[in-house]
């Protein structure tokens, strides 16, 4: 019986394993992590402010999370934008159409009144946010 030839005999010695070379799987690799850290954006706080300190470690940070910062004076930002006087119309606009209310993470100045964080964790539980983290430096 006639086999035939075989016409791919001659390309590949016997000795010789058909694979994948691993320096373009690390050269791919490293040129995705090198894209990824420069397109990567980093939160930063809106306003420069003096946060108290303590000695416990820090609540991580959840993925949902609305910033609120709170100036010396009582100036109010979330998630980088000024608020004005009507802190409760902002949060209803910007709350009410979300489906899982965020945790918020309050980073308020070491010299802001006590009664302008009481207004603003008021108007915060009015709007229907559960969780609130306060944020601080950890001390020495």
């Known amino acids: 019986m006639n086999r035939g030839v075989d016409i791919f005999e001659d390309q590949l010695p016997e000795?010789?394993?058909?694979g994948v070379g691993i320096m373009p799987l690390i050269d791919v690799v490293f040129q995705l992590l090198v894209f990824f850290m420069?397109?990567?954006?980093?939160v930063?706080?809106?306003?420069?402010?003096?946060?108290?300190?303590?000695?416990?470690?820090?609540?991580p940070r959840d993925e949902f999370?609305?910033?609120v910062s709170v100036g010396p004076s009582g100036?109010?930002?979330i998630?980088?934008?000024?608020?004005?006087?009507?802190l409760a119309s902002f949060l209803n606009t910007r709350l009410g159409a979300l489906a899982e209310m965020p945790v918020a993470a309050l980073r308020a100045d070491?010299?802001?009144a006590y009664d302008q964080l009481m207004r603003i964790l008021r108007e915060l539980g009015s709007a229907g946010v559960q969780q609130?983290?306060?944020v601080y430096e950890v001390g020495d």
């Open 15 to 18: 000795n010789d394993e058909a």
């Open 38 to 42: 420069l397109t990567s954006t980093f």
């Open 44 to 59: 930063s706080p809106a306003l420069d402010l003096t946060l108290p300190q303590l000695a416990d470690d820090v609540v």
């Open 65 to 67: 999370t609305l910033d």
């Open 75 to 77: 100036e109010v930002w």
């Open 79 to 86: 998630d980088g934008e000024a608020v004005g006087d009507d």
């Open 110 to 112: 070491r010299e802001t």
């Open 132 to 134: 609130i983290h306060f």
